[in-house]
């Protein structure tokens, strides 16, 4: 089994910046994709980035440009450096992994966090 710890959301304001975390344990695959969503109350789970094994990245559209995915593989940890926040980012923020390969629909990920609340203010 993985388990998957996220932290690091909060409050802030627009314009502001957070960093998530998020540390895998347990059975994490020899090589591996780490990914963040997120979820707006009422909205499906959509992505936001992903982290391949060698350091392929891979951002939403919605975030290119302001987001940073980052991994340290040595502590099994992802990074989600987020600036430039804006009201539209606020969610609950999950973490996902799975096999090296995976892409960026949620269904393609078997392990996720319980989610970290971001939460910009206008």
């Known amino acids: 089994q993985v388990q998957l710890v996220e932290s690091g959301g909060g409050l802030v304001q627009a314009g502001g910046s957070l960093r998530l975390s998020c540390a895998a344990s347990g059975r994490t695959f020899s090589t591996n994709t780490m990914a963040w969503f997120r979820q707006a109350p009422g909205k499906e789970r959509e992505f936001v980035a992903l982290s391949g094994w060698s350091g392929y990245r891979y951002y939403a559209d919605s975030v290119k440009g302001r987001f940073t995915i980052s991994r340290d593989n040595t502590k099994s940890t992802v990074y989600l450096q987020m600036n430039s926040l804006k009201p539209e980012d606020t969610a609950v923020y999950y973490c996902?992994?799975?096999?090296?390969?995976?892409?960026?629909?949620?269904?393609?990920?078997?392990?996720w966090g319980q989610g970290t609340q971001v939460t910009v203010s206008s």
């Open positions: 996902a992994i799975d096999r090296e390969g995976r892409g960026n629909s949620r269904y393609e990920y078997n392990y």
